[in-house]
C-alpha cells in the first residue's frame, strides 16, 4: 500500500515550501515541530487551541494524558487519509481546507481544496 496520501507524507511533501507549515482540518491544526523544539520532525495537534498530542515521523501518534476518545479517532483517521478527512468536513464552505482561501471552480467547491494545497502537499 502506497504512503503517499498520509499526513506524515503530506508534510514531508510541504517542508519543501515552507519551513513550518500548518495543516488545519476543521477543529484540529497540525504542525511541525522546530529543529529546536523537543520533538524535532514531529507534528503537533490542537483541537480549538487545546494540545491533543504528537505524532512521529513514522505516523504513530502519542495522545496527551487528557485527550478525548473522539479525538484520537478523528486524528486516526485524519493521520491516515487527510484528503478523505477535509472532504468530510466543511466543504460547503466554499474555502479550500488547507490554508482557508476561497475556492473559485466547482471542481475545488466539491473536494473543499484547492489544487495549489493538493500540490504542495504532495497529493
Ligand atoms: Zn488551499
Known amino acids: 500500500m ?3 496520501y498520509t499526513l506524515v507524507h503530506g508534510f514531508e511533501s510541504a517542508k519543501k515550501y515552507k519551513d513550518s507549515p500548518t495543516l488545519t482540518i476543521g477543529d484540529y491544526v497540525f504542525w511541525l515541530a522546530g529543529e529546536s523544539s523537543r520533538n524535532p520532525g514531529h507534528i503537533y495537534v490542537k483541537r480549538q487551541g487545546k494540545y491533543v498530542g504528537k505524532i512521529s515521523k513514522h505516523g504513530d501518534f502519542s495522545m496527551a494524558f487528557n485527550t478525548h476518545f473522539d479525538s484520537v479517532n478523528d486524528v486516526k483517521k485524519i493521520l491516515k487519509d ?3 478527512a477535509a472532504m468530510n468536513n466543511d466543504k460547503l464552505s466554499g ?3 488547507f490554508c482557508n482561501r476561497k475556492l473559485t471552480t466547482i ?3 466539491i473536494f473543499g481544496m484547492g489544487p ?3 500540490k504542495k502537499w504532495g497529493w
Do not use: A, E, R, V
Request: proline share 7%; hydrophobic share 20%.
Open 95 to 97: 474555502k479550500c481546507s
Open 2 to 4: 502506497s504512503d503517499k
Open 82 to 84: 487527510p484528503i478523505l
Open 116 to 118: 495549489t494545497c493538493l
Open 107 to 109: 471542481g475545488s467547491q
